[in-house]
């Protein structure tokens, strides 16, 4: 991606998180910080997303974004083990599991996906 699309990418993914945050209930900053992270890392803009991830209030769905995070920028043991924490946590969870098994297949660890 060339840095004027760059650009255009990451002002469309704050204007999608702004448009979210006013077409409802107050959204807290926190909120709108994981909605444009989410939108970024649709995007492949990982750097953007990272900085927006740090600002967003700590919960699963922002551990789970980290996660996706990781696995795109290829840091595959930081993935598997941020997730095998979320599924410890939420044994029921889909996604995570999901995704873990996604790592683990990039890991070659077929036996453990």
């Given at each position: 991606?060339?840095?004027?699309?760059?650009?255009?990418?990451?002002?469309?993914?704050?204007?999608?998180?702004?448009?979210?945050?006013?077409?409802?209930?107050?959204?807290?900053?926190?909120?709108?910080?994981?909605?444009?992270?989410?939108?970024?890392?649709?995007?492949?803009?990982?750097?953007?997303?990272?900085?927006?991830?740090?600002?967003?209030?700590?919960?699963?769905?922002?551990?789970?974004?980290?996660?996706?995070?990781?696995?795109?920028?290829?840091?595959?043991?930081?993935?598997?083990?941020?997730?095998?924490?979320?599924?410890?946590?939420?044994?029921?969870?889909?996604?995570?599991?999901?995704?873990?098994?996604?790592?683990?297949?990039?890991?070659?660890?077929?036996?453990?996906a």
């Amino acid at each position: 991606m060339c840095r004027r699309e760059s650009k255009l990418a990451m002002l469309q993914a704050v204007r999608i998180a702004g448009d979210a945050a006013a077409g409802g209930a107050t959204v807290a900053t926190e909120d709108m910080y994981q909605r444009l992270a989410s939108r970024l890392l649709e995007l492949h803009l990982e750097e953007s997303a990272s900085m927006c991830l740090a600002k967003a209030r700590p919960s699963t769905a922002v551990e789970l974004m980290l996660a996706s995070l990781y696995h795109q920028t290829g840091q595959l043991d930081e993935a598997a083990q941020t997730l095998r924490a979320i599924v410890d946590a939420q044994p029921s969870s889909a996604a995570p599991r999901l995704l873990l098994g996604d790592v683990y297949a990039a890991m070659n660890r077929p036996v453990d996906a």
